[in-house]
């Protein structure tokens, strides 16, 4: 008798639900997954003032002070803070600010960034 372990736990990540958000997955991705192209994504966090944007081989990173979830505070706190700007596809190890060399990448992750964080504070 032969188990297919990827069928329930397609199931599974199918019917989860996070904040109103489905989480879904995609069959094809977990049976051939470097034959799959994931779709351009932005993602975004924001934990205890540690926040973070990445985007393909980019991502940003910063502090500001833990808003306890008043994201008013937040916002305007990230909007005057300066970020450090990575590229994960030459420095994995996130030791060479590239912020300066790429304004335009860092303005746009900037700007995403808030954007993001503006939703939670209406």
Do not use: C
């Amino acid at each position: 008798m032969a188990f297919d372990a990827a069928r329930p736990m397609v199931r599974v990540l199918h019917d989860v639900s996070l904040r109103g958000m489905q989480v879904a997955a995609d069959l094809a991705l977990l049976r051939a997954p470097t034959q799959v192209k994931l779709p351009d994504r932005y993602l975004f966090w924001d934990l205890y003032g540690d926040v973070a944007a990445l985007h393909g081989k980019w991502k940003m990173v910063g502090q500001i002070s833990n808003h306890h979830g008043k994201f008013d505070k937040a916002v305007r706190e990230a909007e005057g803070a300066k970020f450090a700007l990575y590229n994960l596809d030459e420095d994995l190890g996130e030791t060479i600010d590239v912020s300066e060399k790429f304004p335009e990448v860092y303005r746009d992750l900037k700007s995403r960034h808030l954007d993001w964080l503006r939703q939670f504070a209406q």
